[in-house]
């Protein structure tokens, strides 16, 4: 049986009352908080003359605002209070500590058994006072952050300029570089850098990082570690005592699984299964491509390789070990157009294949063409240019009307390259508009929206956001791409869908759109004012989905050697947020191969019209929704534990982000062609 843990610590608070000076002028060791923050009882008439920003100490200086506060009424500067004192506990004891952006106490530990004459090796912990809806009153939650590393030697002793610094050790703290002044700065001798991607390019050093298979488990023993050497039975700030219980056990009845069988898929003829690879080996695709037109397959390959694109011709048509072949395991029949293989002599193939597409006789109007591209540069190259050249290459092909499949070429002679073809074949099927699988549930008349975007491009924080449209059996309804910040784009995009789904589906009952963080409320205002226009009352529920993983709040199952709970298990942590672990351990006692160990996903709900948000049913109908897209996914056969709706807007939104033409043709906002 399942015994859940979170990381979270009750504490009895043992002081009722402090004495706190308040400055309205900003003054060295007090610390900053907004007028909103004050206690209850700060004198209203001094109140009233105050800005929006005030300094606070326990120290009393002369012309402060003396107020005894209490912690227990007043839990919003509460927790500026805790905060500190925690900060000073770990500050004092010669530990080094940071605060973080939002004034959470990080606390770095250095790994002793750790060996390198570069680095010194730290884990990373971050503790935040907490209010729940887990535990009454406030509580704290200890999170684990990885691990950094921070170098030996000096910045004197390093040829490192300003602009490869990013957070420094300075004095026994932890801050970014640009934040030190202008004399510490210059205080070379006292600043160790943190290592980063410029360091590790310029000193030519590798922190040799080891990655746990297990980061659930390693997370686990991290946080019960730090707990029983620095928190347990440790008074804080004569004010704070850490139950000696640990970490919170949370009632059975607060932790919940997604409906029954909310993992089946749905295959061909009708027939079930949970895994994605035997789903398809044994039952084939729920649908092939359309038949209305011809699938001719192109290969592109630099003339050195020929016998490569030789081989993964032999493999799709014929089969490679467990894999076996296009036509048997997704009813595709791979036939080569030969007369149109493109042959490039350069590493950089983009001016010859631009030359040979140009003198391509292609009748898309019959024909639906698919490229096998076998690349010399991994997609995930560090190396900008390289990395340009994948997605000119994406954007040059699909200005064709052609998809594409981009095979690296070590990977070909890899002895497990039967392992890869799998999700060639998939991705294949569904990029000529087959079917692979479905989700097994009831079909209902919502209309499911993911909305998402990429925010890795340097240029200003410019980034292209796009919009995905799903019916709830996971059926994919079209896309299209937007400028950052564009939600006019993306609301009039959702009404042309709307418009579309009840033209074809007589009405819809719901709109659920996925978000990719909190939206505000000038981002959800042009969905609403779309809505009005539509003249009618359509319920609309916005679900927020963390584009990555939850590292505050996560639960364990601490009866499970992995400590991962169940997939499908899910708690309430706040009004309207839940986290949800969603990973292959299907049951109790898994006798199947779990694929990496995620930790949870963070969900929130926001609805303006919706009543039914407090209704427990719904909540669990539209976290059931969240998890069963997450089994949309047809790149791979493994399962990911984000939905698509998030992942697959991502994915486009980076892919044109790179693009020249930010415009997408309609061919390829109906097409999977970026899987």
Not at 37 to 66: C, H, M, R, Y
Not at 550 to 573: A, C, N
């Amino acid at each position: 049986m399942s015994e859940f843990k979170i990381n979270i610590l009750p504490f009895n608070i043992l002081k009722e009352h402090v004495v706190i000076s308040f400055s309205t002028e900003e003054k060295e060791e007090c610390i900053h908080i907004k007028k909103n923050d004050l206690p209850k009882n700060f004198p209203n008439d001094k109140k009233e003359t105050l800005g929006n920003s005030v300094w606070w100490s326990t120290d009393t200086q002369a012309g402060d605002i003396t107020v005894s506060v209490n912690l227990f009424e007043n839990k919003r500067f509460a927790k500026h209070y805790f905060n500190k004192i925690l900060f000073d506990h770990f500050h004092n004891q010669n530990i080094l500590t940071n605060r973080n952006f939002i004034k959470d106490t990080e606390v770095w530990i250095e790994e002793t058994e750790f060996h390198n004459n570069d680095f010194k090796k730290y884990n990373k912990f971050t503790l935040r006072i907490d209010n729940n809806d887990l535990i009454e009153g406030t509580s704290m939650l200890v999170s684990y952050d990885g691990d950094s590393f921070i170098l030996t030697r000096n910045l004197a002793a390093t040829p490192l300029e300003s602009a490869q610094l990013g957070k420094v050790k300075y004095q026994e703290r932890i801050t970014k570089f640009e934040d030190l002044n202008a004399t510490e700065q210059a205080d070379r001798n006292n600043i160790f850098p943190i290592h980063n991607r410029d360091i590790k390019r310029v000193l030519n050093l590798d922190a040799g990082r080891n990655f746990s298979e297990n980061k659930y488990k390693r997370y686990y023993t991290q946080i019960h570690q730090f707990y029983e050497t620095y928190l347990k039975n440790a008074l804080i700030g004569e004010c704070i005592k850490i139950f000696e219980s640990g970490f919170y056990k949370p009632y059975d009845e607060k932790v919940k699984p997604t409906s029954e069988d909310s993992n089946l898929l749905l295959f061909g003829n009708n027939q079930k299964n949970f895994t994605p690879y035997i789903g398809l080996k044994e039952y084939g695709p729920i649908q092939s491509p359309p038949i209305d037109k011809a699938i001719k397959f192109i290969f592109i390959f630099h003339e050195e390789d020929k016998e490569l694109a030789n081989k993964v011709y032999s493999y799709l048509k014929k089969g490679y070990k467990s894999f076996p072949g296009l036509e048997s395991f997704v009813k595709i029949q791979f036939e080569i157009d030969t007369a149109k293989t493109l042959r490039f002599t350069d590493n950089n193939p983009i001016s010859e294949i631009t030359t040979a597409l140009a003198n391509l006789q292609l009748d898309t109007a019959n024909n639906a063409y698919a490229a096998l591209y076998i690349s010399r540069i991994k997609k995930d190259t560090e190396d900008e240019e390289d990395d340009a050249v994948y997605f000119r290459l994406k954007e040059l092909l699909l200005n064709h009307g052609i998809t594409s499949q981009v095979i690296f070429k070590d990977n070909i002679n890899n002895p497990s390259f039967n392992y890869f073809l799998p999700n060639i074949a998939i991705a294949l099927l569904a990029k000529l508009g087959g079917i692979p699988w479905r989700l097994y549930r009831p079909i209902k008349n919502d209309l499911v929206v993911g909305i998402g975007a990429d925010r890795s491009i340097v240029a200003k924080n410019k980034f292209i956001g796009s919009a995905f449209c799903f019916k709830n059996d996971g059926s994919f309804k079209g896309f299209n791409a937007f400028e950052s910040g564009d939600t006019t784009s993306v609301a009039n995009s959702i009404k042309e869908k709307i418009g579309q789904y009840i033209a074809e589906n007589k009405q819809c009952d719901r709109l659920v759109v996925h978000y990719y963080k909190n939206i505000s409320w000038r981002e959800e205002k042009p969905i609403r004012d779309v809505l009005d226009h539509l003249n009618f009352s359509l319920p609309y529920v916005i679900v927020t989905i963390n584009e990555t993983e939850s590292k505050d709040y996560v639960l364990f199952d601490s009866s499970f050697d992995g400590k991962m709970p169940q997939s499908g298990t899910f708690i309430k942590t706040k009004r309207n947020e839940f986290i949800l672990c969603n990973n292959t351990r299907y049951s109790n006692k898994t006798g199947t191969r779990i694929d990496g160990f995620p930790l949870p996903v963070k969900i929130k709900f926001k609805s303006s019209n919706y009543e039914k948000i407090d209704d427990d049913n719904v909540v669990k109908e539209l976290i059931d929704q969240v998890y069963q897209f997450s089994r949309m996914y047809w790149k791979s056969v493994r399962q990911r534990n984000m939905p698509v709706t998030i992942e697959y807007s991502q994915i486009v939104a980076k892919m044109i982000s790179h693009f020249n033409n930010k415009e997408l043709e309609q061919f390829a906002r109906n097409t999977l062609w970026f899987l």
